[in-house]
């Protein structure tokens, strides 16, 4: 899913950097200069990426008022283990109060919030992405729910009901996914989905790393998913497979609005077509459940899936008053 | 022409960079179907912004860099071939503010300096060292190569990595006082017509 614009705003920034670093170096030459200076000339866009680099740098001039006094250099000044004893300004009540406000003019607009989460939903045969503030991702399957709380420590995500696939956005805080009692922890850049079953969830990496403990209350148990691996946890235990990535997108096809079977029984597959639909499928004859199919479907179009099938197999369909299909064997 | 050119980046330097991540925020809004990406928006905006020959003219550079926005988030529109209607909220508004109005102007220098030291203190061990021999003590690549015991090359690598990673952070950083309209979405604004 890399999208081709950002790789070009990021190669635009990344030869602007090189460019900043290359000048404030005081072996710059004067062909470097020059070189330089056609490259900017470019194009504006590589001028404008240019100045912002420029800026950056410029900002970050401020950090040597951190160092102490005339000490030879300590190339560890800046290590994260060492930034605690730097002062911490404490949050006022102001602020707090702000924030209630600004909770409250987003509900004003018309989204669900209630305590620092906010909710988003999708209804039966609809989906939805949801691009948060770090810019990870969320992308809601058919009747699902997410609330998102992101909060100074942590950003936290506990999916409801249904499935859906995170991105989660390179940032300081982790990116913790709750589902059916279990916690996940997404590296950054991690690509997954979740879906919930009766009992427990489903749990597919798709690029990044994930590290999944099905039991919270025991810490013991704690399971690191790779990309290319899927997991199945319930109160009965976890286990986990390698999948190919053909099989993860034909999992994932629902993002592109499509349904694909690769052999499934007929029955897995009307219950599949179920969850997208209100016009519910049944099957009226036990004989035919383990009919395997192959295809690639629309979600939304149960009667071109059950067209397919009574023209493939000995099949036939009834719809009743109510709209709903139910399949028979033929003959 | 040379002169003119310089007068015009610093215009650009002062009036539109620091208008980032209010941009960004108001970017988020044009793209809450997840089909463009916010960022591009905002490089963009930038790109068009800078271009401007008549930037003396402008009386209100966040309305103007608001409105090249605008523009984009519409051209990119139109270059879609599949139209999707989602809405999404913006997040932005929800995240607990800091800094408080009254104390902000004194602990500004300081909470900059905590940002930047934080931005660094997040780079990967080695990345982070070469910065800070280079930002915080000043020292040249060369000097910083033969410290650690690295090529030049390798070190200008780590200072481009380093500030890349800081310059994406401290666009990214939420302006206390927005400069740039952001009340209003796309659907706000269509109710709004629509009353009229």
């Known amino acids: ?331 | 022409m040379t002169q003119d050119d310089e007068h015009r980046r610093a215009w650009f330097r002062r009036e539109i960079l620091p208008l980032e991540p209010d941009l960004l925020a108001y970017a988020r809004q044009f793209c809450r179907d997840g089909q463009t990406d916010p960022e591009d928006l905002v490089h963009e905006t930038f790109a068009r912004a800078i271009a401007c020959k008549t930037w003396r003219e402008i009386g209100n550079p966040a309305g103007f860099a608001t409105r090249i926005l605008r523009n984009c988030a519409l051209d990119a529109l139109r270059r879609r071939k599949v139209l999707t209607i989602t809405a999404v909220a913006d997040f932005d508004r929800i995240e607990p503010i800091d800094e408080t109005p009254g104390a902000h102007m004194m602990l500004e220098s300081r909470e900059e300096l905590r940002a930047l030291a934080d931005a660094i203190a997040e780079l990967p061990t080695q990345c982070r060292r070469v910065f800070t021999l280079r930002k915080v003590y000043s020292l040249s690549p060369d000097e910083i190569a033969v410290r650690l015991g690295l090529s030049v090359s390798t070190v200008e690598k780590h200072l481009v990595k380093g500030l890349r990673y800081c310059s994406e952070k401290l666009g990214r950083r939420i302006g206390r006082k927005s400069k740039v309209d952001e009340g209003r979405s796309w659907s706000a604004r269509r109710d709004h017509d629509a009353k009229r």
């Open chain 1, 1 to 331: 899913m890399e999208r081709e614009t950002g790789s070009r705003r990021e190669t635009v920034r990344q030869a602007a950097a090189l460019w900043v670093v290359r000048l404030d170096d005081p072996s710059c030459s004067a062909a470097d200069r020059a070189a330089f200076e056609a490259w900017r000339d470019e194009s504006h866009e590589n001028e404008a990426a240019f100045e912002r680099e420029a800026a950056a740098w410029a900002r970050l001039d401020r950090v040597r008022a951190m160092r102490p006094g005339m000490d030879r250099p300590d190339r560890d000044l800046l290590a994260p283990e060492r930034r605690l004893t730097l002062p911490r300004f404490s949050r006022s009540p102001w602020a707090r109060g702000m924030a209630a406000v600004a909770v409250a003019a987003v509900v004003g607009a018309g989204v669900m919030t209630f305590g620092s989460g906010t909710a988003y939903a999708t209804a039966i045969g609809e989906r939805r992405v949801v691009v948060l503030s770090d810019n990870s991702r969320i992308e809601l399957n058919t009747d699902s729910k997410v609330v998102v709380r992101y909060r100074k420590g942590v950003r936290e995500v506990k999916l409801l009901r249904g499935e859906a696939v995170f991105e989660a956005a390179k940032d300081a805080r982790p990116f913790v996914i709750k589902a059916a009692d279990a916690v996940m922890q997404a590296d950054a850049g991690a690509e997954m989905a979740v879906r919930l079953r009766s009992d427990g969830a489903a749990v597919t990496v798709k690029r990044g790393a994930v590290a999944l403990d099905p039991e919270p209350a025991e810490p013991k148990d704690q399971v690191r998913l790779t990309a290319g691996v899927a997991a199945i946890y319930s109160s009965a235990g976890h286990r986990s497979r390698v999948v190919s990535d053909s099989e993860i997108d034909r999992a994932l096809a629902w993002r592109q609005g499509a349904i694909a079977l690769n052999g499934q029984s007929l029955e897995q597959a009307v219950a599949e077509f179920n969850r997208y639909n209100r016009q519910q499928i049944s099957i009226a004859d036990p004989s035919i459940s383990g009919l395997r199919l192959a295809g690639y479907f629309q979600t939304t179009e149960p009667k071109s899936f059950v067209a397919a099938v009574t023209s493939t197999f000995p099949v036939r369909a009834f719809e009743d008053s109510d709209g709903a299909i139910r399949l028979s064997r033929r003959g």
